[in-house]
């Protein structure tokens, strides 16, 4: 099983990128193989110019087409997620994450900026054709109790962040399953 995680956070060490290395811990110790980036692998000028040639964005398109899920963390400015993100984004070919289970984690200074996953981050995920979005996880700062260190989290949000990911396993492993097909099946009587 293959993960991609993707913090958007033009800082690091961030509150938004905290969350994210805590789920590639976790995911690492249920044996995924996860595949981080961050907008620091790209060039500046490759995400302002457009350039879909760049060999970041080539590498890191590869790698979305093997994988299973993407977990994607940024920080909420502005009442939307960060626009350096969605520079990247928009790069990102139409289908990009067809087939992909997507969990969306988000950091921001207040809770009045909860909705903004649900308001300006999903719709752009699902115009890249995720299979399935799950309900995110948002923080507000004084949640994140440490990020320049190992991430250390209230009780509250730590809960959250477990079922979150205990969520996003169940729904990677929901999507290997082999759905049968509609209808009766032989030799079974219905009455």
Do not use: C
């Not at 995924?32 to 590498?59: C, M, Q």
């Not at 960060?82 to 928009?90: P, V």
């Not at 995720?130 to 320049?148: K, M, N, P, R, T």
Request: proline residues 6%; aromatic residues 8%; negative net charge.
């Amino acid at each position: 099983m293959r993960v991609i995680t993707l913090a958007g956070s033009p800082r690091f060490p961030s509150r938004s990128s905290a969350l994210l290395e805590y789920a590639r811990e976790q995911l690492t110790s249920l044996d995924v193989e996860v595949f981080h980036w961050n907008l620091h692998n790209f060039a500046p000028e490759d995400l302002l110019y457009a350039r879909f040639d760049s060999p970041a964005l080539k590498t890191l398109n590869e790698q979305l087409k093997d994988a299973d899920g993407l977990i994607v963390a940024t920080p909420v400015y502005k009442a939307s997620f960060s626009g350096a993100l969605k520079t990247l984004l928009d790069l990102l070919p139409e289908r990009a994450l067809e087939s992909k289970i997507v969990l969306p984690l988000a950091t921001g200074g207040t809770v009045a900026h909860l909705l903004a996953v649900d308001y300006a981050l999903k719709p752009v995920l699902n115009a890249l054709k995720a299979q399935e979005i799950l309900h995110g996880v948002f923080a507000d700062d004084s949640q994140v109790i440490d990020y320049q260190h190992k991430p250390h989290f209230t009780p509250n949000l730590q809960t959250r962040l477990d079922s979150a990911l205990e969520t996003f396993w169940q729904a990677l492993h929901r999507r290997d399953v082999e759905v049968p097909a509609f209808g009766l099946q032989k030799g079974v009587a219905h009455v």
